[in-house]
């Protein structure tokens, strides 16, 4: 009597639903009608499997392919079932983008309209024993928006940067239509698994697993769904009125192995192994097995994953105002990372090994925080089970960004479906930590230019959405979750949401505003919540969408894959401040992301310096959705960044800081571990030779979970009339065994009289481990090893080599790579022109 479950992915029939050819840029015929797509997949994955389009990344293919994306299309396949007399069967449909009507042996069974939504549909008078049909009949989101006719006193003026008009009438990801950092690809298929499932009496659908921590023991309590043969869901309790002999039996598993017994739907662990966050701990995980029994006779089970812990947003009144601090198990942590975004536009190929890539990834840079941001989407069950097992705390927005909503039934309905469904799918996971209601539109509706002066009646379709409907649901299916309405936010209400001393915040006067880096030192935001800076990806990225012809900037296919209207002029205007004009296109890619790495560094050190009243950064954004000049860093191939390889530093456990005023450095030390440490800080004045000039020492105490200082240091007697010529260096050598290295020079980089470098670099491989052993002459700022051909993550890169003595740097290879790879190094001396 357990369940059966009959996959319908695989390949399936993808044509146009007018039976024309399909519209190609190929050298293919273009008499081509249909063709197979592999599902999960999509109009874009099958037309590109089969070679009937080219690369959408490519150059400007992407405008051919949205305007491709205008038609309606069929997806079909045929299947076969041995139907039972008396069991209950259900398309199961995790995922259908979007617009669709769904057949089954050409009879209607369903019309989805949601993206976001996990659809179980009735098929037992559709289906039949032996030969069957499905069919989808997916409807061009494009055509969909843009045939919208809002209600009276509801039209909607305002479209996000990069965007397409009216993309928030329908709920599939906003950033498919576009977005400041990624391309108009509104794509449509069947982007998750979808399959039959067969059952009889009933069926276990929902366990809600509650946990009480207290006197060093958590009690665990499990409640039930049902979903009887009638189609009704109700709690386990109520369905024995009907079915005396529906049992639920629960199981725990402890991280050892050991198996606890669960009575009354109610388990005490005695002594529990918490989970931490990365950094803080180890991430021990509990299985706990449900199994749903009529007359003995199993129905079907399912298991749940969970760490043991106590997660929330702490928002205490203090001298500052309120703060606004995650607290696990106690401990108000410092929240380190970055914004998650979806890692393609075509979904389908977001797969386990590159998302965990990315995760990995996080971990590596000193993250204990990942955002999934409001304009994406709810990514797979696999993402959060990584996180879970890698110590990363997700902060979930809800799928609702910079956009007015005009909110009729119709989307109230279909938003709680969306909201409940989510809920119930990732309230488990020991690394859920807030459930925030959306992207910046508390924020917009309070003052942004264009957007604030819409209705009145969308004004409270807003307060409806996130501050009745949205909290409502999360307090009735995961009530031990924070919510919070909007990011930023000072709490809801149009109540300041950009306030400095409430809530969390939003900074871009950095970037939009085109302040100095300096400027993030006259803030004392509680929570950084983004904050960002763009820069260039990889030239072998650069090289993989562009012809030689179009490497500059301005060039139409340079400013096709630059979605952030201006941004790469301002990314010349900040060059200018800092730094000279580079010799070559090259050479201004690399400039880039060093001008990337230190605004973001400048930010993340001073929200350090300042913890407990700041108390978390987040910036924008970790990665990319195609290649593209933006906010990320680690561009869409994986390549690290400079700022990527600088979050490994700026977010370490010890952090050494300074903070310079003139010519007087003071030395910080933020310590984000459970222990008091002590700091030997050793600061030199150097030349471009790196010759000592002048040297002192001291220790700096730093509680655990504190920061520290000691007097300033006043250079300026042995600087003066030569601040041009030389560089201040400090090393702090920490109790734990790590170190921190900070190198500042008293004169923007541009008017320094750094000298022409030469580095000497020797590369061996000792079995799948690159070495590359470095030399430098003279002072070398911001070293980059390039490694061409492969993606190795190097044991540190964007360097400065302050001395020359050798200095040795590591990467793993491919497992299956041959020999050993080209190698470059670049230092800032090099990008200029002597």
Request: overall charge negative; aromatic content about 12%.
């Amino acid at each position: 009597m357990e369940q059966q479950i009959i996959s319908l992915n695989g390949e399936w029939l993808l044509k146009r639903s007018d039976g024309e050819a399909f519209e190609t840029n190929t050298y293919k015929d273009c008499s081509v009608a249909e063709c197979s797509v592999r599902i999960p997949g999509s109009v874009l994955s099958g037309l590109l499997q089969n070679q009937l389009l080219e690369d959408p990344y490519y150059r400007t293919n992407e405008y051919f392919t949205r305007e491709m994306l205008r038609n309606d299309f069929i997806f079909l396949r045929s299947f076969s079932v041995n139907k039972e007399e008396g069991k209950v069967y259900e398309l199961m449909c995790d995922g259908i983008d979007t617009i669709a009507d769904i057949y089954m042996n050409d009879r209607l069974i369903k019309s989805v309209d949601n993206m976001h939504v996990r659809y179980q549909i009735s098929c037992n008078d559709a289906l039949v024993n032996g030969e069957n049909t499905i069919r989808l009949h997916i409807y061009s989101p494009i055509t969909y928006i843009e045939n919208h006719v809002p209600e009276p006193g509801k039209e909607i003026h305002f479209t996000a940067c990069g965007a397409m008009e009216a993309n928030q009438y329908i709920r599939k990801a906003h950033s498919m239509f576009g977005w400041d950092w990624g391309p108009q690809l509104p794509d449509m298929g069947i982007w998750r698994d979808i399959y039959i499932r067969s059952y009889e009496v009933a069926s276990l659908e929902d366990v809600k697993i509650d946990q009480k921590h207290d006197d060093g023991m958590v009690q665990l309590n499990v409640d039930t769904e049902v979903k009887l043969e009638s189609g009704e869901r109700m709690r386990l309790s109520e369905a024995k009125k009907l079915l005396p002999d529906l049992e639920v039996e629960y199981v725990l598993i402890t991280p050892d192995g050991n198996q606890i017994s669960v009575h009354n739907n109610m388990c005490m662990v005695e002594q529990p192994q918490l989970w931490w966050p990365n950094r803080y701990g180890k991430q021990p995980l509990y299985e706990i097995k449900a199994t749903l029994t009529n007359k003995g006779v199993v129905l079907n089970e399912k298991s749940y994953r969970i760490g043991l812990r106590t997660l929330t947003v702490s928002r205490e009144k203090d001298s500052w105002g309120e703060e606004f601090a995650i607290c696990v198990n106690g401990i108000k942590i410092f929240t380190k990372g970055a914004n998650y975004i979806p890692e393609d536009c075509v979904y389908s190929w977001i797969t386990p090994n590159r998302m965990e890539y990315l995760i990995d990834s996080s971990v590596e840079a000193g993250y204990n925080c990942l955002r999934v941001w409001g304009g994406g989407y709810y990514p797979s069950d696999t993402f959060y089970e990584m996180c879970d097992e890698k110590g990363l705390i997700v902060w979930q927005d809800f799928m609702f960004a910079c956009n007015v909503y005009e909110l009729t039934n119709e989307l109230e309905v279909t938003i709680e479906e969306e909201v409940r469904d989510n809920i119930r799918r990732i309230r488990h996971h020991a690394c859920l930590g807030l459930w925030c209601g959306n992207n910046e539109m508390e924020s917009a509706w309070d003052h942004w230019g264009g957007f604030c002066d819409h209705s009145d009646a969308l004004r409270q379709d807003y307060l409806t959405l996130f501050e009745e409907l949205i909290p409502v649901i999360v307090n009735e299916e995961d009530d031990k979750t924070f919510y919070w309405p909007s990011s930023p936010s000072s709490g809801g209400g149009f109540d300041n949401p950009d306030s400095d001393d409430i809530g969390d915040r939003h900074y871009w006067d950095v970037w939009h505003g085109e302040k100095p880096f300096s400027d993030y030192e006259n803030y004392y935001f509680r929570f950084c919540s983004e904050f960002g800076f763009q820069s260039f990806p990889c030239m072998e990225t650069i090289e993989s969408f562009t012809l030689p012809e179009d490497r500059n900037i301005f060039s139409e296919v340079m400013e096709s894959h630059q979605k952030n209207d201006a941004a790469n002029s301002k990314i010349l205007r900040y060059i200018s401040d800092n730094f000279l004009y580079p010799r070559d296109f090259a050479s201004l890619v690399y400039v880039s992301q060093v001008l990337q790495g230190i605004a973001i560094k400048a930010g993340v050190e001073h929200f350090r310096r300042n913890r407990g009243r700041c108390m978390g950064a987040i910036y924008w954004q970790m990665n990319d959705n195609w290649p593209v000049a933006s906010w990320a860093s680690i561009d869409y191939f994986g390549r690290w960044k400079a700022l990527h390889y600088m979050a490994r530093h700026f977010y370490a456990d010890i952090l050494g800081s300074l903070k310079r005023e003139e010519t007087c450095f003071i030395p910080y030390v933020q310590n984000e571990s459970f222990a008091d440490t002590t700091s030997r800080v050793e600061l030199y004045v150097k030349d471009m030779d790196c010759n000592v000039i002048q040297q002192w020492s001291a220790d700096i105490e730093t509680k655990a979970f504190g920061v520290a200082h000691i007097e300033g240091i006043d250079v300026n007697p042995y600087v003066k009339g030569r601040k041009n010529e030389v560089f201040i260096e400090a090393k702090f050598h920490h109790s734990d065994g790590t170190t921190s290295t900070q190198v500042e020079v008293l004169k923007p980089y541009k008017h320094m009289n750094l000298k022409k470098v030469t580095i000497n670099c020797n590369t061996t491989r000792v079995n799948d481990i690159l070495q590359i052993t470095l030399k430098s002459n003279a002072l070398a700022l911001f070293t980059e090893i390039t490694v061409h051909g492969v993606n190795v993550i190097l044991s540190d890169n964007f360097f400065h080599l302050t001395d020359t003595k050798e200095h040795i740097f590591t990467g793993a290879l491919p497992t299956d790579y041959v020999g050993i790879p080209e190698v470059t190094v670049t230092s800032l001396s090099d990008s200029y022109s002597f």
